[in-house]
């Protein structure tokens, strides 16, 4: 079993930045994957970025060269720069044990232009 607890997100403006972090507790030795997903009002959730126990990264295009994924034993973080109004949504937490997914409970990000 695998908990995990988000914080760090809030409101912030056109330009700005945030840094999210994610606490993993459990079974986190074993932990593969770990990344961010998420969902704005009306559309599905979208992956934003993962990174494996290994250290690769993936990103959505959309957040390439603005966004950065990093990992410390059971925490991973998304440092989040140049925000955009279209990045506002709520940001889950994910990890996978083994062939299981685990989700945060969300925090929300929101850009104002």
């Known amino acids: 079993q695998v908990q995990l607890v988000e914080s760090g997100g809030g409101l912030v403006q056109v330009g700005g930045s945030l840094r999210l972090s994610c606490a993993a507790s459990?079974?986190?030795?074993?932990?593969?994957?770990m990344g961010w997903y998420r969902q704005a009002p009306g559309k599905q959730r979208e992956l934003v970025a993962t990174?494996?126990?290994?250290?690769r990264t993936n990103y959505h295009d959309s957040v390439k060269g603005r966004f950065t994924i990093s990992r410390d034993n059971g925490m991973v973080y998304l440092q989040m720069n140049v925000l955009k109004p279209e990045d506002t949504g709520v940001y889950y937490c994910?990890?996978?044990?083994?062939?299981?997914?685990?989700w945060g409970q969300g925090t929300q990000v929101t850009v104002s232009s």
């Open positions: 994910y990890a996978r044990l083994y062939v299981v997914d685990y």
């Open positions: 459990g079974s986190i030795l074993r932990l593969n994957t």
């Open positions: 990174i494996t126990s290994g250290g």
